[in-house]
């Protein structure tokens, strides 16, 4: 039976492959033993009869589609490979022709587009509570109805910067993965390359790079009030090194947000 859930899972994890000769793109839509935000681990196989029902070899009249960000009314690609391996769902992609396609492909190729989605229905037999010294208490899903795989720019939510990733993580190297994809952006924008709809969508990646660069130092300074964020107070981060990083980071980007964009 299927719960009237559909959920979408996405995955920051760079394109493995590009090959602009036949626009084929290889790289993982979803991984494998990793806790989620929703308290989920998904195991190996638990997309393994949808493959088979309605994956590429299959007969099915409907097959699993790669779209972009969910939306079936912008199919991207055509699927040539759709395998589970020991890291998770690899697919293969040839992208098509038409003009999100091929925006699509110049995203990928200027680093824009990193992470990738899928969408699923849970099924109550595939879903388990389970309990172990690694993950704690979480949900086992061994089984799902998976319906598509998506190109994304940011998730689910474009428009809600998170930063809970980077728990753990160093500060310099949050900010050089930050600047890595501001860089791609100011390429895009230098080559002008694509539809007007595709460089909005690089103008509005590079707002919400700017409010991930916010949040971050708002975490960052965590005793300090958002309007007193200019005067960073001595010590609030891990190091003085820290803390320059971040203050240098965020008046870049300060500079590449008044010479690309309009005033916000």
Same mark, same amino acid.
């Given at each position: 039976?299927?719960?009237?859930?559909?959920?979408?899972?996405?995955?920051?994890?760079?394109?493995?492959?590009?090959?602009?000769?036949?626009?084929?793109?290889?790289?993982?839509?979803?991984?494998?033993?990793?806790?989620?935000?929703?308290?989920?681990?998904?195991?190996?196989?638990?997309?393994?009869?949808?493959?088979?029902?309605?994956?590429?070899?299959?007969?099915?009249?409907?097959?699993?589609?790669?779209?972009?960000?969910?939306?079936?009314?912008?199919?991207?690609?055509?699927?040539?490979?759709?395998?589970?391996?020991?890291?998770?769902?690899?697919?293969?992609?040839?992208?098509?022709?038409?003009?999100?396609?091929?925006?699509?492909?110049?995203n990928?190729?200027?680093g824009?587009?990193?992470?990738?989605?899928?969408?699923?229905?849970?099924?109550?037999?595939?879903?388990?509570?389970a309990?172990?010294?690694?993950?704690?208490?979480?949900?086992?899903?061994?089984n799902?109805?998976?319906?598509e795989?998506?190109?994304?720019?940011?998730?689910?939510?474009?428009?809600?910067?998170?930063?809970?990733?980077?728990?753990?993580?160093?500060?310099?190297?949050?900010?050089?993965?930050?600047?890595k994809?501001?860089?791609?952006?100011?390429?895009?924008l230098?080559?002008?390359?694509?539809?007007?709809?595709? /460089?909005?969508?690089?103008?509005?990646?590079?707002?919400?790079?700017?409010?991930?660069?916010?949040?971050?130092?708002?975490?960052? /300074?965590?005793?300090?009030?958002?309007?007193?964020?200019?005067?960073?107070?001595?010590?609030?981060?891990?190091?003085?090194?820290?803390?320059?990083?971040?203050?240098?980071?965020?008046?870049?980007?300060?500079?590449?947000?008044?010479?690309?964009?309009?005033?916000?």
């Amino acid at each position: 039976m299927i719960n009237n859930n559909f959920k979408c899972k996405t995955l920051a994890l760079d394109i493995s492959d590009i090959d602009p000769a036949t626009r084929k793109v290889v790289g993982y839509f979803s991984t494998f033993d990793v806790k989620d935000s929703d308290n989920d681990v998904i195991r190996k196989g638990a997309y393994a009869n949808s493959i088979a029902q309605k994956g590429v070899y299959s007969n099915s009249n409907r097959k699993i589609a790669h779209l972009w960000n969910h939306n079936w009314d912008e199919p991207i690609g055509k699927l040539l490979e759709l395998e589970e391996d020991d890291l998770g769902l690899r697919f293969v992609s040839q992208l098509g022709r038409s003009q999100k396609g091929q925006d699509t492909f110049l995203n990928y190729q200027d680093g824009i587009i990193r992470e990738h989605s899928v969408g699923f229905y849970y099924l109550e037999s595939g879903v388990q509570v389970a309990q172990d010294s690694e993950f704690g208490i979480y949900n086992n899903i061994t089984n799902v109805d998976l319906f598509e795989g998506s190109s994304v720019t940011f998730g689910s939510n474009a428009f809600t910067p998170v930063l809970d990733v980077t728990k753990g993580m160093k500060v310099e190297d949050v900010i050089e993965s930050l600047n890595k994809q501001m860089l791609g952006y100011i390429d895009a924008l230098k080559n002008g390359a694509g539809t007007d709809e595709r /460089l909005y969508q690089i103008e509005m990646g590079l707002r919400v790079l700017q409010s991930t660069y916010y949040d971050l130092l708002k975490r960052s /300074l965590e005793d300090t009030e958002p309007s007193q964020l200019e005067s960073v107070e001595e010590n609030s981060l891990e190091t003085p090194e820290d803390e320059q990083l971040v203050i240098k980071s965020a008046q870049n980007f300060k500079k590449i947000i008044t010479t690309y964009l309009k005033p916000i």
